[in-house]
């Protein structure tokens, strides 16, 4: 009874936490459908540098009439603008219409991965912006080089300085300056989140790939300044830009003027009450469920620490940090339920078909897989409305707040689910082949096998952020495809590899080769860790969060259906051959040499 009553408990918690998730995504479509204005910016020194003339008024009058909202202005220390000329300078653009963005710094540091090595390059100080920002009258400020202006000390002048005189802080994206985060901590209400391909990247693209990249910081990352830079001498080409950039966003259905702001939306204490309620309730539920591999006195103690853990969370959030106990909620939502998902000792035992397995055909093994595969997604579905829940905060959604622990979230549900796995292997018996197999092995191979193993967990962990491990051409090409053909574009690391492996290795193991079977669900974890994880990404879009969450798992299905009952197949008929008399179309598991079929 005690049992039926926890496992009660976490569903309900779950649910509720899911629930909840549910109701603040409804929230967050509604924000989001009104966050639909872009707002496109031209660098004033590109016009006058690679125009036709260097007269303010000619320039204004060869751009595309309604095709720009804002010119940049560059202050730097190698410029030498009178205050006089400033002044004129932001009265004559506005008078032709733009609005006036301000840049404080020089072009040169503006480079992505910028090594603070190199020493600070901006010299303004919180005084000096302050005259800079009474001189032009800037509706949003941006800085150049590798600190913005008044940093380190006067971070919360500059921040008292935007509040007072309305002005946006624009946040660029890669710029990694020292001093921008805190700065937008400080003034979030006024800070705008700025997209540009640098001067030293724009050889590396064209007008198509340079489009493609702003629409998708658009789409799929929510920023809604956009900072064209113009290519040395080819004016006209910029200018393709610009239009072909007006009319993807048209298409795409996003409206231009002033960037859109986001309100200061949070959930309250309820929400998040429900939301640390359900991830508590899949820690109860992985209790429950791995309570038998743990000694008696150590499962209390487990237990009470999952209890204090929700009490340490529940005092952050009334007495410390709302954002920090957010942050801790996701990360905990982030380990637990892809791990509840996968883990065999929730699914395994399941009986199969009439009680027995391995199933009898290859259609019931497969019927089987699905059906686990639909129970796991529908897991770390629940998960992800629990994660929507704990993030329910408008600075999450801005960027200035954001998922810590990426790393963490990719490793411990596959580390935790592989150790389990490994427990649940050893009381199937001795896998007496693939121990013989290891020990015929050759010290040299046992050492190229780790080493092969260890490049794998290399390559997983370095590909989950966007610098450490580049993306290869071919995956490139493949992403931009799926671009066009999806509204959003599904994650390959859910449908190439993480759907379809979960699927063969349950149906593997549903027809009787039980330890290939599990090592397949193991690397399946990675489909629903990466599921989870996209809803970690608050800056972007919900609906586009769903989309391609849901596209993934479609195709995930479909690929690991295929996969499945061709193998199965492969399979079967190697079988038949080696063992004439076997019966036709049944699994020979014990045959292949692989694992003895056993009962449910």
């Not at 710029?175 to 391909?197: D, N, S, W």
């Not at 080819?234 to 007006?246: A, F, T, V, W």
């Not at 993030?391 to 959604?397: A, I, K, S, T, V």
């Not at 622990?405 to 689910?417: S, T």
Request: proline share 5%; charged share 15%; glycine share 10%.
């Amino acid at each position: 009874e005690r049992t039926v009553a926890v496992q009660r408990l976490a569903t309900a918690l779950i649910i509720l936490g899911a629930i909840a998730g549910l109701i603040v995504g409804g929230q967050r479509l509604i924000l989001e459908r009104d966050f639909k204005t872009v707002e496109i910016a031209v660098d004033l020194n590109d016009l006058m540098a690679h125009g036709n003339s260097e007269n303010l008024h000619e320039v204004l009058a060869e751009l595309q009439n309604g095709a720009v909202d804002s010119l940049v202005i560059t202050v730097s220390p190698t410029q030498g603008w009178t205050p006089g000329e400033l002044r004129g300078l932001s009265q004559a653009i506005k008078e032709a219409g733009y609005r006036v963005v301000l840049k404080v710094g020089d072009d040169e540091e503006e480079a992505v991965g910028q090594d603070e090595s190199m020493g600070p390059t901006v010299v303004f100080g919180a005084e000096e912006l302050a005259t800079l920002i009474s001189l032009t009258q800037p509706q949003v400020v941006i800085f150049g080089g590798s600190q913005i202006a008044g940093y380190p000390k006067d971070v919360s002048l500059v921040a008292s300085l935007l509040w007072g005189t309305g002005t946006r802080f624009g946040l660029q994206e890669f710029a990694h300056q020292m001093g921008e985060t805190k700065l937008a901590q400080l003034a979030p209400l006024h800070t705008v989140r700025v997209h540009t391909i640098y001067p030293r990247e724009l050889p590396r693209y064209d007008v198509q790939s340079a489009q493609a990249r702003f629409l998708r910081a658009v789409k799929e990352r929510s920023y809604r300044l956009l900072y064209v830079r113009i290519w040395p001498g080819e004016p006209s080409i910029g200018k393709q830009l610009i239009g072909d950039l007006n009319t993807s966003l048209r298409i795409a259905g996003f409206s231009r003027g002033p960037a859109a702001s986001l309100p200061p939306w949070q959930t309250g204490i309820g929400y998040f009450l429900m939301a640390l309620g359900g991830c508590l309730g899949a820690g109860l539920m992985l209790y429950h469920i791995l309570s038998g591999l743990v000694p008696g006195r150590l499962r209390w103690w487990a237990f009470v620490g999952l209890v204090g853990m929700g009490v340490v969370i529940l005092s952050c959030y009334l007495f410390h940090d709302q954002v920090l106990a957010r942050q801790m909620v996701a990360l905990l939502v982030a380990i637990t339920f892809p791990t509840l998902a996968v883990i065999p000792q929730r699914w395994a035992h399941t009986r199969m078909h009439n009680g027995t397995l391995p199933l009898a055909t290859r259609w019931l093994a497969l019927s089987y897989a699905i059906r686990q595969f639909c129970r796991a997604a529908a897991i770390t579905l629940a998960g992800a409305a629990v994660m929507v829940a704990a993030l329910g905060d408008f600075r999450f959604m801005i960027k200035i707040a954001q998922f810590r622990g990426v790393k963490a979230m990719f490793l411990m549900p596959l580390l935790f689910v592989a150790a389990v796995t490994v427990i649940y292997a050893h009381s199937l018996g001795k896998p007496t082949k693939l121990r013989h197999r290891w020990r015929r092995m050759s010290p040299g191979g046992k050492v190229l096998l780790i080493l092969c193993a260890l490049a794998i967990v290399v390559i997983y962990v370095g590909r989950t952020g966007n610098f450490i491990i580049p993306v290869p051409q071919f995956e490139v090409q493949l992403r931009e495809f799926l671009e066009v053909l999806f509204p959003f574009r599904p994650r390959t690391k859910e449908f190439v590899i993480g759907h379809p492996l979960l699927i063969l290795g349950v149906g593997l193991y549903g027809w009787g080769l039980q330890r290939l079977g599990l090592i397949g669900a193991v690397a399946g974890t990675i489909g629903q860790i990466s599921l989870l994880n996209t809803f970690t990404h608050v800056h972007s879009p919900l609906i586009a969060s769903l989309s391609r969450s849901l596209w993934g798992l479609l195709l995930g299905a479909l690929l690991g259906s295929c996969l499945l009952h061709v193998i199965l197949w492969l399979v079967d008929k190697h079988s038949s051959n080696q063992l004439v008399g076997e019966g036709d179309g049944g699994p020979k598991a014990a045959s292949c040499g692989y694992d003895s079929p056993v009962k449910g």
